[in-house]
């Protein structure tokens, strides 16, 4: 199966990126960090949109769940975002560090919410926390969501629940496989995505 390493993702950590110079640098996906609970928005994120788009590139937006309503979440990340048809959505599910992290049936009716509002399933992004919950079961809702796979080690390995990942987040820019950086921004979170470039952008829109 061919694979494409032309996708990042960004948040207010990464400090200054020159968009244009990642596209030059053949990346040609970028997913933002938007919000986080019911009361975070990332307030580098309208800006860098509008740098992406004006660079030609394709732009996601994802949102960090937090131990909150699972469907107040939904509709405050699509009120801050107002997606388009061509706004690749996924939703963040991993270990809360600093408070109580999402309950599988939060990230449920997070989901869910999503897929009622614009017609679609969102991405899961999601590695160990994730593979703790569920284990070897089964989650139909979740199930419904394309996966993006968050881990570190030499080779992808998916949880039950799907059959293969959409996109796997292979380094941080410092763990796991090369290449760690692009050009513009320097050390980041780079994706695999399964497939070639032209089905990436089929995907993606």
């Known amino acids: 199966m061919p694979e494409t390493n032309a996708v990042i993702d960004l948040s ?4 200054k990126p020159n968009l244009a110079a990642a596209k030059a640098d053949g990346i040609l996906g970028v ?5 986080q609970g019911t009361g975070y928005t990332d307030l580098t994120y309208s800006p860098r949109r509008e740098q992406a788009l004006t660079a030609g590139l394709l732009w996601g937006a994802y949102h960090f ?3 909150a309503d699972g469907v107040e979440q939904a ?6 975002v107002q997606p388009t048809p061509s706004t690749l959505l996924a939703l963040d599910f991993e270990a809360n560090p600093n408070s109580s992290s999402m309950t599988l049936e939060q990230a449920r009716a997070f989901v869910s ?7 679609r ?5 999601a590695g160990a926390y994730l593979k703790e919950l569920l284990g070897a079961k089964q989650d139909a809702v979740l ?15 998916v949880p039950s629940n799907w059959k293969s990942w959409t996109l796997w987040q292979y380094t941080d820019g410092s ?16 994706d695999r995505f399964s497939g070639t470039a032209e089905e990436l952008l089929q995907f993606w829109k």
């Open 143 to 157: 199930g419904n969501c394309w996966f993006w796979l968050s881990q570190y080690g030499p080779q992808a390995i």
């Open 175 to 190: 763990a796991g496989l090369e290449p760690h950086t692009v050009g513009g921004i320097g050390p980041c979170d780079r």
């Open 65 to 67: 769940g937090t131990d």
């Open 12 to 15: 207010h950590f990464n400090q």
């Open 31 to 35: 997913i933002h960090k938007a919000t």
């Open 75 to 80: 509709d405050y990340f699509l009120h801050k």
């Open 113 to 119: 919410r999503i897929q009622a509002a614009t017609g």
């Open 121 to 125: 399933w969102p991405g899961l992004y």
